[in-house]
């Protein structure tokens, strides 16, 4: 068995990918964001409430795609229920980090997505590994009730 | 006669099809002979761009180590030679296609640029508010998104012929689609990600009836088979250089004399001019008014090598290839539990599959890990995936350099996936 293939689709991961976690929608009072990778049509519906305090009460996403885009998202919206704001944003900087750049000791707040390390050896999806997490950077930042992002840049239309 | 003459062709080439030896001909192809990640190359990515043969790098070598210099305008030796070449080239794609004369061939950057000019010659100048570009609904985005645009500034209304669930064009709404309204009938000759082969002398035939303008996407065919663009009696046709064996950056647009005659230039600048006043200038004729500045003279000139190389295999030879491997992988993957082969059993030389196991993405990754390079996605078809409900597809694409042996490694390939991620 190819080693690399090992690491990049790890057993959580599949699992991930084939049973995801906190899939559905938030209907109430909850920021809503479409991200999508127009080349590849990954595509997720991240559905974020944030607490008074601006800390992530709860978290759920519907979409399609890869097993490594799904299965980020599904890992990423355990991670950060119930984390405050900054610490959201902490592991977002840290996650981007684990699959782009060499981490020797990734940050124990990643918990499983440490697995998804191995992405970083396949440069063309390391944007799959992102999308759900460049979905959670936007809720955070817009606020709004609705908004869309994309990883591959600004759509101009 | 046109007809007659497409038909002495393919018979010259069918009596030579037993005769090609394509392990000899895998030799030619340097490229392919190297290990990826451990294992030997498999390339099945040829609808993406194809391999080029040794006599097609030696000839842009050559060129740049003999007879490198601009065209048409220098009154020294090596300007003579690149002219020449250059030209030959041009005279070449011509034989080729069957064009009746060389001035209906001009070189582009490739098929998404010959469509392109088309739109912004022919379309800005005949097109007008109201009037029907007629498409198909499995069009590449290089044969769609040029005529959006241009319906944006003209008021021009985009129909499509649409794509049956066999992967076949819906040929009994051409009627009502087909109307007088309709100026230009636009669609791809093989479709790049279901295979198909559209009938193109009849839909030619067709645009004519209703006085509309043809335009065929030669892109997935100008390598694969014979064309003859006089019996198919299109307008337009638009081919990539990169696809047929040649370099990339270069292409051509086939126009028909009377239709480039009447369009005016694209492109201002150098080389497309007569004679040029601070107020006005004055344009040369087709093929000159549309290659305004210093063309891509090494790759027209590898074009051209790659039209011979190709001719001296014979295109009838090829596609009986082609297609009796796209018929041995579709029996093959149909074999395998939960995947589904897209596109009409009568196919061109590739294969578009979904696997219910694994993502395009997923698959591909995994294929390349074996040495094994597929397409996976939506291959510039996305309405065409939206409509099929598909994230989009994984291709094997063939050509002649390639074997049954090799898509019998890319079935243990595959059969090993579908365990991998079930």
């Not at chain 2, 046709?237 to 369009?263: F, N, Q, V, W």
């Amino acid at each position: 068995m190819n080693t690399e293939l090992e690491e990049l689709y790890q057993s959580v991961i599949l699992d991930h990918s084939r049973r995801p976690r906190n899939k559905g929608e938030i209907t109430d009072g909850a920021v809503h964001v479409h991200g999508d990778n127009p080349s590849c049509g990954d595509e997720i519906h991240l559905h974020v409430k944030f607490g008074a305090d601006g800390g992530v009460e709860d978290v759920k996403f519907t979409g399609q795609g890869c097993a490594i885009s799904q299965a980020s998202a599904s890992l990423m919206t355990m991670k950060v229920k119930g984390r405050s704001r900054q610490e959201a944003e902490t592991m977002i900087r840290a996650f981007h980090d684990l699959v782009t750049i060499e981490v020797t000791d990734p940050p124990k707040l990643l918990g499983d997505l440490r697995l998804l390390q191995g992405v970083k050896k396949f440069p063309q999806r390391v944007k799959c590994a992102m999308l759900a997490w460049r979905a959670l950077e936007q809720a955070i930042e817009a606020g709004d009730k609705e908004s869309s992002v994309s990883t591959e840049g600004d759509v101009n239309d | 006669m046109a007809g007659s003459k497409v038909r002495a062709i393919l018979a010259i080439h069918m009596q030579t099809t037993t005769e090609v030896n394509w392990q000899a001909i895998r030799k030619d192809f340097p490229i392919l002979h190297q290990e990826v990640h451990g294992t030997p190359l498999i390339y099945f990515d040829s609808a993406a761009s194809s391999q080029k043969p040794r006599a097609v790098i030696d000839t842009l070598r050559h060129y740049y180590e003999h007879d490198n210099a601009n065209v048409h305008r220098g009154l020294h030796v090596l300007s003579t030679r690149a002219t020449e070449g250059y030209e030959a080239a041009r005279a070449k794609l011509a034989t080729y296609l069957n064009a009746a004369s060389a001035d209906e061939i001009i070189f582009t950057r490739g098929t998404t640029e010959s469509i392109n000019l088309v739109a912004n010659t022919w379309g800005a100048k005949f097109l007008r508010a109201g009037d029907v570009i007629l498409l198909t609904e499995m069009e590449h985005h290089s044969n769609l998104v040029p005529w959006q645009m241009l319906a944006e500034r003209t008021g021009t209304v985009l129909r499509f012929v649409p794509a049956l669930e066999d992967g076949t064009l819906a040929l009994g709404a051409l009627d009502s689609l087909l109307t007088r309204e309709v100026k230009l009938f636009a669609f791809t000759h093989i479709s790049n990600s279901l295979g198909t082969i559209n009938p193109v002398t009849d839909l030619c035939a067709a645009a004519r009836a209703v006085g509309a303008v043809s335009l065929v996407d030669a892109a997935q065919s100008a390598g694969h088979c014979p064309i003859d663009v006089q019996a198919l009696g299109c307008d337009f046709l638009a081919l990539s250089g990169h696809k047929m064996c040649g370099p990339t950056g270069i292409g051509a647009l086939y126009g028909r004399a009377e239709l480039l005659d009447a369009m005016p230039p694209w492109h201002g600048g150098g080389e497309m001019i007569l004679s040029v006043n601070y107020e006005r200038s004055t344009f040369k004729k087709a093929p000159g008014k549309f290659e305004a500045g210093t063309p891509n003279i090494a790759d027209a000139i590898g074009l051209g090598a790659a039209v011979d190389y190709l001719e001296g295999i014979g295109r009838a030879a090829i596609f009986e290839h082609d297609t009796q491997l796209a018929a041995y992988a579709q029996g093959r993957l149909e074999e395998l539990p939960g995947v589904r082969v897209l596109g009409p059993r009568e196919r061109a030389g590739l294969v578009g599959f979904v696997m219910e196991a694994a993502h395009p993405h997923d698959l591909t990754t995994y294929a390349d890990q074996y040495g094994l390079a597929l397409r996976g996605g939506h291959h510039c078809n996305q309405p065409l995936m939206r409509k099929m409900g598909l994230p989009g597809t994984t291709r094997a694409s063939f050509y002649f350099y390639n074997t049954k042996e090799e898509i019998d490694r890319m079935m243990e390939i595959l059969d090993n996936a579908v365990r991998f991620f079930a």
